[in-house]
């Protein structure tokens, strides 16, 4: 089976050229800020310094390789392969994690949603606001007051999220949770493709972990 490249989007970027400071010089690789200021460390794409140009290259690429895999296609899809799926909807907090996959090294669980500082920052193809810095681990005080007024996240949740510090407790927020805690997970089979939809966007190595257990 093939793959295109937009399968592990949560830890990849078409800005294939790296992210840079205004002056010329690399972002910080910690926490993607030049000078301590997130809004300045932005990613170039390969057309570079017109954003048109790079989205422009980047379309034909995909283009151009899924024509590649369509022209070199050696095996037909029949419908006697059969058609088949199944659907089910997930409480993720209540979905357990061995200690082999939890980086604590012990039995772990989901958590209620919950958005941190780094959501804040952005990502160098999007920077967020100066305030914030990928990577953070401690709240600002400052923030810690507006977070109490917002929705104030109890000691289960803080424990469940650690290290991220919360700062929209998306999950719990009252009336209405602005995130749900039940999603919808599917595998849909045509013959011997086989697709994975899930509500979520997996880094790489997930994405790997996930093609290996379906195939």
Excluded at 23 to 38: A, E, F, Q, V, W
């Amino acid at each position: 089976s093939h793959y295109g490249r937009e399968a592990n989007a949560g830890d990849v970027t078409p800005n294939t050229l790296g992210a840079f400071c205004p002056d010329n010089t690399p972002c910080d690789r910690i926490t993607s800020t030049c000078g301590g200021k997130t809004e300045l460390c932005v990613a170039r794409g390969p057309g570079y310094p017109d954003q048109y140009k790079s989205a422009e290259i980047i379309g034909r690429n995909q283009a151009e390789m899924a024509l590649q895999l369509y022209a070199s296609a050696t095996e037909e899809l029949l419908a006697s392969d059969g058609v088949d799926f199944r659907h089910s909807w997930l409480d993720m907090p209540q979905l357990n994690v061995t200690a082999k996959w939890s980086g604590t090294g012990k039995d772990e669980h989901l958590c209620i949603a919950a958005l941190g500082d780094s959501f804040a920052a952005g990502t160098t193809d999007g920077p967020g606001v100066n305030w914030f810095h990928q990577h953070e681990t401690m709240n600002s005080p400052f923030w810690e007051l507006i977070v109490k007024y917002i929705e104030k996240p109890g000691p289960a949740q803080v424990a469940c999220q650690l290290p991220k510090p919360i700062i929209l407790n998306v999950g719990q927020l009252y009336p209405m949770p602005w995130a749900p805690w039940i999603l919808p997970l599917q595998v849909i089979r045509i013959g011997r493709v086989v697709n994975a939809a899930y509500p979520g966007e997996p880094t790489t190595m997930s994405g790997r972990r996930l093609r290996n257990t379906i195939v």
